[in-house]
Structures are given as structure tokens and as C-alpha cells.
């Protein structure tokens, strides 16, 4: 009996000190970070490590995440300047820096960022038009991110980005949107076709045009071949001509031969189809003693 009430003493001393020593040892992981309260006040905030906690008078009252966090919110009805009612969501991007601010500043502090989201959203669309909150996204994510930064701060909240996730306007909206698109395509599609139209006139007018150049050219350089030839054909025959005369020169031709030369040339005169003919005087003379000569040794039989 007295070892059996010893082992029973035993057993309840280790588990009362197991429950000190778990209430007192605390170990704080990465990226956390503990509120810590002694007797209902705030007393540290403990970071990340082992820290002891006195039992019965310490306890985490908040356990802190020093991440990043996201946080998605529902669509909200907004009204835009010109009275049209359209349905954004949007996606906040925040972190805590003072866990202490963040147990003790708001309460039910995620509750507490979504109704400002969606007052902040509608007081910024409620001062852009349909058409300004379709293309002013950028706008409307800066203006957010700043005034809730500014908002939250005394919450021990940092939000580092605010985005517009859909803005999803009325149906008939879409709809005329939808109409107006298509029929922006269709005009861009007329305009490229007559863009395409209009290049393909003016290339083949410029293929025409460099057509005509080229033959037009082409016909330049034949017509001067051409000429080039025939000059050189003459410059030729001048040649022949003056070589001809030349040996004619120099073998000294007797009085005889010139007159024999001119009677031949006479001769290819009278061959041709003028009807009137011009002798050189010098000829003429000549073809007088040639007459003369003939008549003295006529035949004086030959009647």
C-alpha cells in the first residue's frame, strides 16, 4: 500500500511538473510571433526562439503570422458617377508589423480591412465614370493601396498592394459594350483591306512605272549601240578610204591613170537614175580631147 500511494505521488509530481514545464517553455517558429499577457496586461511580444513564460501568471494571448498575407473579398456593388451599378472585387496584399498594435488595435482586424475596402472602393468609383473605371485600374489600385495603408497603420497593418480583381458592369452594358467592339473590329478590318488595296495600287503602279524606265533605257542604250556602230562602220571606211588615197600618193600616179579614174567615175554617174548630172570642168575638158582624139584617128572610109 505505501509503495502503491509512492508510485502515485510520483506519477502526479512528474505530470504537474510536465505541465509546469509546458506552460512555462515556449518556442516561437519562424515568421511568428507571440503576444504574450501577465495577469490580463500586455507584457512583450516575443519573437522568434525559445522564450520561458512564468505558469499561472503568463499566457500567449495572440499567436501572429509575420507573413504576407492575401486576402480575397467578395464582389461589392459600387455606383459609378454616372449612375450605372457594376460589381468589383478586389484582392488586398497586406502584412502585420507590430503584433501588439494588431491584437489590440481593432477588433476582428480582417473583418475590419474588408468594410474599409469596400467604403474606400465606392467613395474612389463613385467619382470616375463607366468608362474611366474600365480603364483606370492602375488608378483606382493606387489610390486604394495609399488610403488603406494610411487607414491600417494603427492596426500594426502593412498593405503593400491593392488589386481591382473584375469589374463586371450591368448586362445590358455588356452588351452594347460587346456591339461596340465588334463593330470597332469590323472598322479596323476595312480599314486594313483598303490599306492593303491601296499599297497593292501603288506598288504596281511603281512596277509599271519601272517598267517603262527600264525599256525606255534599254531602247537609249540600243539606239546609241546602234549609232556607235554605224560610226565606227564609217570611221572604218574613211580609214580604208585615206589609206587608199595615201598609196595612191605615194605611188605617183601619171596623168593618164587620173584621167582613167575619172572616165570610170563618169561612167558609174551615167549608171545612176539622176536625170541631171554635174561634171567638174577639169572632166569636161578632158572629155573633149577624148572626142577630139577619137575623131582623128576615125577611119576616113567610115562615112
Not at 6 to 16: E, G, S
Not at 148 to 171: C, Q, Y
Amino acid at each position: 500500500m505505501d509503495n502503491f500511494l509512492f508510485y502515485f505521488v510520483l506519477i502526479a509530481l512528474i505530470i504537474v511538473v510536465l505541465i509546469v514545464v509546458a506552460l512555462t517553455i515556449r518556442i516561437v517558429p519562424q515568421s511568428n510571433a507571440y503576444v504574450v499577457e501577465r495577469l490580463g496586461a500586455y507584457n512583450r511580444t516575443c519573437n522568434v526562439g525559445l522564450h520561458i513564460l512564468i505558469p499561472f501568471f503568463d499566457r500567449v494571448a495572440n499567436r501572429v503570422s509575420l507573413k504576407e498575407q492575401v486576402v480575397d473579398f467578395a464582389p461589392q456593388p459600387v455606383i459609378t458617377k454616372d449612375n450605372v451599378t457594376m460589381q468589383i472585387d478586389t484582392v488586398v496584399y497586406f502584412q502585420i508589423t507590430d503584433p501588439k498594435l494588431f491584437t489590440y488595435g481593432v477588433v476582428r482586424p480582417i473583418n475590419a480591412i474588408e468594410n474599409l475596402t469596400a467604403t474606400t472602393l465606392r467613395n474612389i468609383i463613385g467619382d470616375l465614370e463607366l468608362d474611366e473605371t474600365l480603364t483606370s485600374r492602375d488608378i483606382i489600385n493606387t489610390k486604394m493601396r495609399s488610403i488603406l495603408d494610411e487607414a491600417t497603420d494603427p492596426w500594426g497593418i502593412k498593405v503593400h498592394r491593392v488589386e481591382v480583381k473584375n469589374i463586371i458592369p450591368p448586362r445590358d452594358i455588356q452588351e452594347a459594350m460587346e456591339k461596340q467592339m465588334r463593330a470597332e473590329r469590323e472598322r479596323r478590318e476595312a480599314i486594313l483591306q483598303a490599306e492593303g488595296k491601296k499599297q497593292a495600287a501603288i506598288l504596281t503602279a511603281e512596277g509599271e512605272k519601272e517598267a517603262v524606265v527600264l525599256k525606255a533605257q534599254a531602247e537609249k542604250e540600243a539606239a546609241i549601240a546602234r549609232a556607235e556602230g554605224q560610226a565606227e562602220a564609217l570611221r572604218l571606211v574613211y580609214e580604208a578610204q585615206a589609206k587608199g588615197i595615201h598609196y595612191i600618193n605615194d605611188a605617183k600616179p601619171t596623168q593618164g591613170y587620173i584621167t582613167l579614174q575619172g572616165f570610170r567615175a563618169l561612167e558609174k554617174v551615167a549608171d545612176g537614175q539622176s536625170t541631171k548630172i554635174i561634171i567638174p570642168s577639169e572632166l569636161q575638158g578632158l572629155a573633149g580631147t577624148a572626142t577630139t582624139l577619137a575623131e582623128l584617128f576615125k577611119d576616113p572610109t567610115n562615112k
